[in-house]
């Protein structure tokens, strides 16, 4: 560390008074972020037995935090482009995202139809009542077809949603109607009839052909409802990224508790359904030693459009991410990022396959197909993987990486900051709209890096949580958000950019109408987690005070 940085960020933990530099509303005012110069390939090296491999290679200034979501966003641009829609019936649509517009196959009314059960009539009143005894009580009812004219000066009884018969000029409501049994019909003086009244008019929504939504809807139980009243029995849906998860380390342990010096993996059960609820298709979890060979194998064979790996993203002696995309020919779009927690995360173009590649991805594919048709055959044996989109086998190459840092909260910041971007473009999601909200107490800064503190909301107020370290999960546990940090620190009361996180608002998962009602029935009596009551939170959060045991120097060690 300079001299220069160690006399500065002393003097800026001595004073107690600083309470940081952040401008409100910073990314409403800030800049444009500009597109930086394009890294140089890796091309591939050889092998070599350095036990640092990484430690030779000159130094390189890590990417803006708004920069690397920049870039994820715009760096599978042509990808989504190319992609063909999937059809999906309506009762599997929910949660996709239209591929195309969704223009009306009919017009909407596709005829007159009653909006009020009543009487139809022609012409000013009185009116003649028909003489028929089932007219008298049953009318015009919905479901059936068109009735026969209506003579000026008659009324018939109508059923709401019913085709009104030719003739008719209005629909005088059963309130408001009086058949005194003299065979008349006569309107109350209170509410004289109006010309068009109660009728909804043939394509008083929409007429057939016009745009009713566009290409990147997200397909909620509404548009679902819409698309079925305009006639469509499928959608067409952006076909949602494959993604195959990679944790590595020899450290984890996949159930248990810790011994010997060795940890839980939070890791495997978190970032998969993190993934899907961002609208992936993760086709499996696996966890790998810290081996060079089977981390390369594993990413080499992978046929997912975006392999999602967790820790070796450092230059250790056990980091193998980085020697395997050298030696993969990948091109590193994003190498550390300048946030805290999280800075040694990365984002890479993998190379296309070579033949021997593909060999062995084919094989490991065909060996795959067989455990699935045993498992079929075997309903005790092991759990099949997630059901694919794209039927048989996988021709794709992995296109991106995405390297996650290993420690838990540093991870969910690589998510929100890489993975999320990427897999949004591939999911034909539009961006967010800036979610800025005003902290509730000052928050302490880096130096010079962004910071994501997770935060929670009391009275549109975003309140920080205490357990914010790297390797901690406790405060994204009960978290409503991450706040945006500048580089500083921010003042209580700053307007500070707040992300979502992806279950907070409509998620993704494809529900079943019973999953929904059954949902729904349980949010009556029991509050929604990502909307406990604020007041509460904060409570929690003041009485464990504001020590938050992160390290955020300058020499902050892989988070």
């Not at 060079?292 to 967790?310: Q, Y």
């Not at 999601?429 to 909301?457: I, Y």
């Not at 409509?506 to 990502?530: K, N, V």
Request: aromatic content about 2%; proline content about 11%; hydrophobic content about 35%.
């Amino acid at each position: 560390m300079l001299d220069a940085d160690v006399h500065v960020w002393r003097q800026f933990l001595g004073n107690s008074t600083s309470e940081g530099t952040g401008s409100k509303n910073t990314r409403s005012r800030a800049p444009a972020p500009q597109t930086p110069a394009p890294h140089p390939k890796r091309t591939p090296a050889a092998p070599t037995s350095h036990p640092h491999p990484l430690m030779d290679e000159p130094h390189h200034s890590p990417t803006s935090w708004p920069d690397a979501r920049a870039i994820a966003a715009r760096a599978a641009v042509k990808e989504a482009a190319h992609a063909a829609p999937v059809m999906r019936p309506l009762s599997e649509a929910l949660g996709q995202v239209l591929a195309a517009p969704l223009a009306a196959l009919t017009d909407l009314p596709p005829f007159d139809t009653s909006a009020m059960d009543g009487w139809a009539l022609a012409g000013p009143g009185p009116w003649r009542l028909p003489t028929d005894e089932k007219d008298q009580v049953h009318g015009i009812l919905a479901g059936h077809g068109e009735a026969a004219a209506l003579p000026d000066g008659h009324a018939v009884r109508i059923a709401t949603g019913a085709r009104v018969p030719p003739g008719a000029t209005a629909v005088l409501r059963s309130e408001y109607g009086t058949a005194a049994g003299d065979g008349w019909l006569h309107a109350s003086a209170a509410h004289p009839v109006v010309l068009g009244q109660d009728i909804r008019t043939r394509g008083q929504e929409c007429r057939s052909g016009d745009q009713l939504l566009p290409a990147g809807t997200l397909v909620t139980p509404a548009v679902l409802g819409l698309a079925a009243a305009a006639g469509y029995d499928e959608l067409p849906t952006v076909r949602r990224p494959r993604v195959e998860v990679l944790v590595l380390g020899d450290e984890l342990l996949a159930e248990g508790l810790p011994h010997d010096g060795r940890i839980r993996d939070a890791l495997g059960p978190m970032v998969g359904p993190w993934l899907r609820a961002l609208g992936a298709e993760v086709t499996g979890t696996r966890r790998l030693a810290d081996e060079a060979d089977a981390v390369c194998a594993a990413v080499a064979e992978s046929s997912a459009d975006v392999v999602v790996t967790t820790g070796g993203t450092a230059a250790g002696p056990v980091d193998h991410v980085h020697p395997t995309l050298r030696r993969l020919g990948a091109e590193l779009l994003v190498d550390g990022v300048a946030v805290r927690p999280g800075h040694p995360m990365l984002l890479a173009r993998l190379a296309p396959e070579n033949r021997e590649n593909r060999e062995n991805r084919e094989n490991r594919e065909s060996r795959e197909s067989r455990e699935s048709r045993e498992s079929r055959e075997n309903p005790e044996g092991p759990d099949t993987p997630e059901k694919s989109e794209t039927p048989g086998p996988q021709t794709r190459p992995a296109r991106h990486l995405v390297g996650l840092p290993g420690n838990p909260l540093a991870a969910v910041s690589g998510l929100l900051t890489l993975a999320e971007p990427l897999l949004r473009t591939l999911t034909g999601r539009p961006a967010p709209a800036p979610g800025p909200a005003p902290l509730a107490e000052a928050v302490q800064g880096h130096p010079r890096d962004t910071r994501l503190v997770p935060v929670t909301f009391r009275q549109d107020a975003a309140v920080p949580l205490r357990f914010n370290g790297p390797a901690m999960l406790r405060g994204i546990a009960v978290a409503d958000g991450l706040a945006v940090i500048p580089p500083g620190g921010a003042k209580r009361g700053t307007e500070v950019e707040v992300l979502d996180l992806p279950w907070s608002a409509i998620t993704t998962e494809q529900l079943s109408y019973a999953d929904q009602t059954r949902r729904a029935d349980q949010a009556h009596r029991t509050p929604q987690a990502g909307h406990r009551t604020p007041q509460a939170s904060h409570h929690t959060d003041r009485a464990a005070g504001h020590g938050d045991g992160e390290d955020i120097s300058p020499e902050e060690g892989p988070a």
